[in-house]
């Protein structure tokens, strides 16, 4: 088993390049080929510590970007329903958790992609319940990000700004997600070396990421956004 966390702790760095960059898709590829490398829901519970450090990291780096009254009030309205899909996390079946996730975001692609998604106006409604499922998704799946990524898209903000903003809004979420899997037993202090190998990886991914982040343009920002969302989609699914 060492073999197989060295190699989740690689691919978490990798991962969390491209978040770091394109604002989102740590968790995504990491279920999606952390899957076949250690059992799905030590996958989740792993990728959760590696989401958790990256997504802190982010805040500090690009919190002068976005709104935080926006962040807090997602971050608040997700927290408990994160730590309530986590705690039905053991009684999901493994499969069906990765085939969900990826339906969903083939099904956002699709829409997407030939302009049948609708427009939507998020107000103070929209955004708190948009945060409550983002929590409930996030806990039980492992990432709810596809949720945040369209009500950030239609707020039209910065690419800087979206990657501060995703980073924030997750932070609480993934705490919660912790408390819950130590309690449940599925996380604990024998996984000491992993867990800081995570986070090491996903400090140094954040450092390497801005700095792509910075020299690529806002077409490209949005056409990675749909590439990260594909491949893991795919990823999932298989």
């Known amino acids: 088993m ?10 978490g760095f990798l991962a969390s390049i491209v978040s770091a960059v394109f604002a ?22 792993f990728g959760t510590v590696l989401f958790a450090a990256s997504t802190i990291f982010k805040t500090l780096l690009f919190g002068k970007h976005f709104d935080w009254k ?3 009030i ?16 053991s009684y999901v079946p493994d499969g069906v958790i990765r085939r969900i996730l990826g339906i969903m975001i083939l099904l956002y692609l699709v829409l997407t992609i030939f302009k049948l998604f609708p427009k939507i106006r ?8 948009g ?12 990432s709810g990000n596809l949720i945040k990524v369209i009500m950030f898209r239609e707020m039209n903000i910065t690419k800087e700004a979206f990657v501060g903003a995703m980073a924030a809004t997750s932070v609480l979420a993934n705490i919660a997600k912790l ?12 996984h000491a070396w992993p867990i800081a190998g995570l986070v090491v990886a996903a400090i140094l991914a954040v450092l390497l990421g801005r700095i792509f982040l910075r020299s690529i343009s806002v077409p490209q920002f949005q056409i990675g956004v749909q590439v990260v969302l594909a491949v893991s989609a795919i990823g999932l699914i298989l």
């Open 122 to 129: 998020i107000g103070t409604i929209g955004l708190v319940g």
């Open 179 to 190: 408390t819950a899997y130590i309690q449940s037993g599925l996380l604990s202090a024998n």
């Open 74 to 89: 997602m971050a608040v309205a997700s927290l408990p329903f994160a730590y309530l899909g986590a705690s039905l996390l």
């Open 131 to 142: 945060s409550v499922a983002y929590g409930f998704v996030s806990g039980l799946l492992g």
């Open 70 to 72: 926006v962040a807090g």
């Open 24 to 45: 989102f898709g740590t968790a995504l590829i990491v279920l999606a080929v952390g899957s076949h490398i250690l059992p799905v829901k030590e996958a989740i519970v």
């Open 2 to 11: 060492e073999i197989e966390y060295l190699l989740f702790c690689l691919l």
